[in-house]
């Protein structure tokens, strides 16, 4: 993940990224930022909207890093993509402050209605009627 941001910096390890990284894409602050916290094999792992400025073959690929440290690493996830948290082991799906469902992404689809719809809205395509 690391090598492909800095093979894409004109002087590569030794590029200036500016004062908070704001001479790069917000994408690739998200994955440096990720990378950096991964490097240090934390034993929990809080990601905040971790995938939110990430293209979808981005995310695909930082999701699939992810998963390679199940077992290892807990991680709690804040997300909005249903991509994002699709493989976790639990979900807490919350609606207006308050906990609406809890379980796998499957079970809250099959008993939650809110994540539901959710999950519906997400698998229709543009201008499919709703």
Sequence with gaps: MLDVIVSDLPSGVQAVVGQRGNRLSGGQRQRLG???ALF???????????TSALDNETE???TEALQMLHGETMMVIVAH?????????RILYLEGGQVAGLGAFDELEQTCRGFARLVELASQRPGQML
């Design 34 to 36: 990720l990378a950096r």
């Design 40 to 50: 240090r094999q934390p034993t929990i792992l809080v990601l905040d909207e971790a």
């Design 60 to 62: 695909r690929a930082v």
């Design 81 to 89: 993509r249903l991509s994002t948290v699709q493989a976790c082991d």
